[in-house]
């Protein structure tokens, strides 16, 4: 999969080359020469599969989709009183996701 990755807009930085000290150098005052800014043939972006979901779930017209009868079924649940929650499958979902972002896991 390539993926290029543009600037959106944003102004281009040099890195100074050669300067010595924290302040505004005077080598970045000159454009780059056009070759050096042009990308190498073998340069590779690789997201992860993280990335690939966050990527997906970011883009511009996929709405979610609901599923309005289940909707109305909960809330018919939940008005008359019927609803029942499952606490320990709240829980082991909860210690799931927890050993998912790198916790201990299980106390």
């Given at each position: 999969?390539?993926?290029?990755?543009?600037n959106?807009?944003?102004?281009?930085?040099?890195?100074?080359?050669?300067?010595?000290?924290?302040?505004?150098?005077?080598a970045g005052?000159?454009p780059?020469?056009?070759?050096?800014?042009?990308?190498?043939?073998?340069?590779?972006?690789?997201?992860?599969?993280s990335?690939l979901?966050?990527?997906?779930?970011?883009?511009?017209?996929?709405?979610?989709?609901?599923?309005?009868?289940?909707?109305?079924?909960l809330?018919?649940?939940?008005?008359?009183?019927?609803?029942?929650?499952d606490a320990?499958?709240?829980a082991?979902?909860?210690?799931?996701?927890?050993?998912?972002?790198?916790?201990t896991?299980?106390?």
């Amino acid at each position: 999969m390539n993926t290029t990755i543009s600037n959106n807009g944003l102004p281009k930085f040099t890195q100074a080359t050669g300067s010595s000290g924290n302040g505004p150098s005077t080598a970045g005052a000159n454009p780059p020469d056009a070759t050096a800014a042009a990308p190498k043939a073998d340069d590779q972006v690789r997201l992860t599969d993280s990335a690939l979901a966050l990527q997906q779930a970011a883009r511009a017209g996929d709405a979610p989709v609901i599923d309005s009868q289940r909707v109305e079924r909960l809330r018919q649940a939940l008005a008359d009183g019927s609803y029942k929650v499952d606490a320990g499958r709240i829980a082991d979902r909860m210690l799931a996701l927890e050993q998912q972002l790198g916790g201990t896991g299980k106390a």
